[in-house]
Nanobody, 124 residues
Framework: QVQVEQSGGGPVQAGGSLRLSCTPS???????VGWFRQAPGKEREFVGA????????YYADSVKGRFTISRDDAKTTVYLQLNTLKPEDTAVYYC??????????????????WGPGTQVTVSS
């Protein structure tokens, strides 16, 4: 089972940028790395995902064009670049990993390992 460690986040002004990092560990190569976020009083929502073996990325409509998921050349770390941040992007952001399956990567059920979460606070 893949484990994940995440870092990054913090306070930022509207229009600014942040980068979050997620480092999966383990020997598996056929899995997804997903990013979710949860604002106070709201359900955890899908932000984006990357299929580890192919590098294919998926995004929620709400962040498409502003957020970008990428992987370093050494294939050790996945990044979530958050640009043009808005106050409504304020949330705890979670990195997660899960095996390839028929379960949609846009749902939390697709993931069996979660990072501790990191706070992103966007001020207006």
């Amino acid at each position: 089972q893949v484990q994940v460690e995440q870092s990054g986040g913090g306070p930022v002004q509207a229009g600014g940028s942040l980068r979050l990092s997620c480092t999966p560990s383990g020997r598996a190569i056929r899995f997804f790395v997903g990013w979710f976020r949860q604002a106070p009083g709201k359900e955890r929502e899908f932000v984006g995902a990357l299929r580890w073996d192919s590098g294919t990325t998926y995004y929620a409509d709400s962040v498409k064009g502003r957020f970008t998921i990428s992987r370093d050349d050494a294939k050790t770390t996945v990044y979530l670049q958050l640009n043009t941040l808005k106050p409504e992007d304020t949330a705890v952001y979670y990195c997660a990993a899960g095996p390839l399956s028929t379960t949609s990567v846009r749902t939390t059920r697709a993931y069996n390992t979660w990072g501790p979460g990191t706070q992103v606070t966007v001020s207006s």
